[in-house]
């Protein structure tokens, strides 16, 4: 049968920063930190992710592998925005006339804005399934795969400036922790050169650099494991986290393992009672005296064997109560995996709302734009219809006076005027009736159509 991988690309979202995602961040069940992707938004988010990817908190840095940047990702982040934006920052300044608008520190900036100061992509090749067996010397040749990763994201997206990569493999799946800076050029206000998150980041490039990273990283998979393994079927958007402690039943299940774990306790304080009844029983045992009338017999006593009987029937109970959590412990495992499929499903349907709003926004953007086009249209309209009074009033003007020439003052200069410019055009068939013809009334054609529909209109009524 061919063998598949789960392949995860997490971007940091600001819709995962409650405290209780924070704390389902530490004792997850799961066995996983990383499911607690956060957006970073200010130098205090900074470096809550130092601490959380460098371990900075516990003892087992062996069990951490920094393999791009350094031992402080804030200071790695801060070197990004030197390298990125001083130039912008000092061209910037220059053109400002007033102190007060020009910029003593970008970072300082951004991090005051409302905005991502960087960004943390968590990828992850492989479940829980695939490495529970696995040992520590095939787990570390993820570090190979994974520096590939890095340089096929370096690659794939040449605007995200990466400032530090660390992987994680004290955990159930080992999973790289990526930290870096989104950068925006040419832009229009402002800074010339700045952060933008919403700009590299959109649904559609997203889907192309997540397609483009999995072929790439089930690839570099191969190629240093000497495998032939595929991709499981892409899931999508497993981009937001889920909190299993919200699970209708686990709850339940973690208050009956706290029962049952004291019961274990209990079967534990029994089994040191058992073993030294059982020292005791050897002692009856080793006793025991022949019959005089058979050597082969024992002779034991009725207080010793109500001791014994006694032993068996503590051994009965003990052996049932540690059934009975192992059993539990069993449930507790296939719960545990069954709680981390629907886990994936959740954040695949959180992942997919969070689209649909992006795109109700987008919408509604481009809504608004349409209607300042519209009012626009509107204004240009009015103004248009004003100019068009105006020249009709002109033209009545010049047809009044035609016609008042030609046929009052008997004029043959309007005349042959009038004529000549029916003969080029200018004058209309209508304009010439008007300009040479005593009977006819000086109007504008709009209002020879409404005179005729008035007229029609009288007719009718008899």
Known sequence: MEQELAYSFHLGSDKN????AKKVAKENVSGTTSLSNNAIQ???????????????????????????????????VKQVYLDEFEQARIEYNNKQTRND???DNYFTKVCESQNDIACEIIIELGDMDFWNDK?????????DVYNEQVKDLNKIIPDFKIANATIHFDETSPHMHIVGVPVSYDCKRGVKKQVVKSKLFTRATLTQIQDKMRNACIKSFNKFYDMDFKLKEKQKGRNQDINVNEMGNYREIKKQLAKKEQK?????????????????????????????MNKNNMVISNEDVQKIKNYTEDVKDITQTVRSVNDLNMAIKDFEHSAFEIEKENRSLKYQLEQKDDEISNLKNKLSIKDKVIDKLQTEKEKLKQELQKFKGFWHNIMSHFHKRIRFDKDNNYKIVSDDLYKNGIFDNNDNKIANNIARRVTIPDENKQSKNKKRNNDTRF
């Open 135 to 143: 040992d520590e010397r095939y787990r570390f040749k993820m570090v």
């Open 42 to 76: 200010n130098a205090k988010d900074l470096s809550d992710v130092n601490k959380h990817n460098l371990r900075n908190y516990d003892n087992q840095t062996e069990l951490i592998r920094t393999i791009y940047g350094t031992d402080d990702i804030v200071n790695d």
């Open 17 to 20: 920063k409650s405290k209780l």
């Open 264 to 292: 274990l306790e209990q079967a534990n304080t029994q089994t040191k009672t058992l073993d030294n009844t059982s020292n005791d029983v050897n002692k009856i045992l080793d006793n025991l005296k022949p019959t005089l």
């Open 101 to 103: 608008r020009k910029i």
